[in-house]
């Protein structure tokens, strides 16, 4: 199967009450393939796009093509008879590769935030030891002090 995808964002500007905040430009970025994994990528890469823009830009519009078809479906003519039928298997198809893009894009936010808050863990648990260490230094100072102070 050969896959077309086309993602598009629209250009727009952002007013608050009346005032000029940000102008935001299109973008139009293309991928035709046969492999489904680079397909799947693409559309993964463009959500994960849509995750990280400023809260008022658009998002990626995507669309993909499976043989050059829209995925709504295909009306299909029988040979030499009156008639015919809704081919859905190209909508099923496509709609698969939506789902499993989603997919991956929520697996790897999610493994991200968990990437994150294990660094953060590490790091309350580096500057703890760091503070028992400095305490610890403090305490066999002041013991030496006094010590010295007391034995004289």
Same mark, same amino acid.
């Given at each position: ?12 500007? %952002?007013?608050? !009450? ?17 492999? !489904?994994?680079? $397909? ?18 658009? %998002?990626? %519009?995507?669309?993909?093509?499976? %043989?050059? @078809? ?10 030499? @008879? ?29 493994? $991200? ?26 305490? !066999?100072?002041?013991?030496? !002090?006094? @010590?010295? @102070?007391?034995?004289?």
């Amino acid at each position: 199967m050969n896959y077309t995808i086309i993602a598009y964002k629209p250009s727009n500007t %952002d007013y608050c !009450r009346g005032c000029f905040m940000a102008s935001y430009s299109s973008e139009f970025d293309m991928l035709c393939t046969d492999d !489904r994994g680079e $397909a799947v990528q693409f559309i993964v890469d463009k959500h994960k796009a849509n995750e990280k823009h400023e809260s008022r830009e658009a %998002d990626y %519009d995507i669309t993909l093509l499976i %043989d050059g @078809k829209e995925p709504a479906g295909v009306w299909v003519e029988q040979d030499g @008879k009156e008639g015919g039928y809704w081919d859905e298997s190209v909508q099923e198809h496509a709609q698969a590769i939506l789902d499993e893009a989603k997919t991956i894009a929520n697996r790897t936010e999610a493994e $991200a935030k968990a990437a994150a808050a294990a660094a953060e863990k590490l790091r309350k648990e580096a500057e703890a030891a760091r503070a028992v260490a400095a305490r610890e230094e403090h305490d !066999r100072n002041e013991y030496e !002090r006094l @010590k010295a @102070k007391y034995e004289e």
